[in-house]
């Protein structure tokens, strides 16, 4: 999904694959470090692949956050921070390409940005 976006790049970072617009990551695998599942105490981690993907401020984490509690959650390590953590397993495929198309826009440059804007299709009434 996130190689369908202009200018998109696939990568690796910290050993893991990673996609970037103009040199920017969006999106990125976050598996649990052995402090973040030490964290969780006894609450069992989310279980599964994990993709982080970056939002456009800290409300837009909130929002998202209370959208979708099932699929989508945050971590101590990113307080403070503009991405959300998904669980691939429990996440649709619609609010997935949501997520990804959101991250992207929300590091991509400014006229890039606007120009993926002004192609795509208008949203249908319930669509995403």
Same mark, same amino acid.
């Given at each position: 999904?996130?190689? !369908?976006?202009? !200018?998109?790049?696939?990568?690796?970072?910290?050993?893991?694959?990673?996609?970037?617009?103009?040199?920017?990551?969006?999106?990125?695998?976050?598996?649990? @470090?052995?402090? =973040?599942?030490? *964290?969780?105490? =006894?609450?069992?981690?989310?279980?599964?692949?994990?993709?982080? +993907? @970056?939002? !456009? =401020?800290?409300?837009?984490?909130?929002? +998202?956050?209370?959208? %979708?509690?099932?699929?989508?959650?945050?971590?101590?390590?990113?307080?403070?921070?503009?991405?959300?953590?998904?669980?691939?397993?429990?996440?649709?495929? *619609?609010? &997935?390409?949501?997520?990804?198309? =959101?991250?992207?826009?929300? +590091?991509?440059?400014?006229?890039?940005? %606007?120009?993926? &804007?002004?192609? *795509?299709?208008? *949203?249908?009434?319930?669509?995403?």
């Amino acid at each position: 999904m996130a190689t !369908e976006l202009p !200018e998109v790049t696939e990568g690796e970072r910290f050993g893991r694959a990673t996609w970037f617009v103009r040199g920017k990551a969006f999106a990125w695998e976050r598996p649990f @470090s052995k402090a =973040d599942i030490k *964290r969780f105490g =006894d609450e069992t981690p989310p279980d599964g692949p994990i993709l982080a +993907v @970056s939002v !456009e =401020d800290l409300h837009e984490k909130e929002a +998202v956050l209370e959208a %979708n509690p099932e699929a989508f959650f945050t971590i101590a390590h990113f307080d403070g921070y503009a991405a959300v953590l998904i669980q691939l397993e429990k996440v649709g495929k *619609r609010a &997935l390409r949501q997520a990804i198309v =959101d991250g992207w826009l929300a +590091v991509a440059p400014k006229k890039l940005a %606007n120009e993926y &804007l002004a192609a *795509r299709p208008p *949203r249908r009434a319930g669509g995403p």
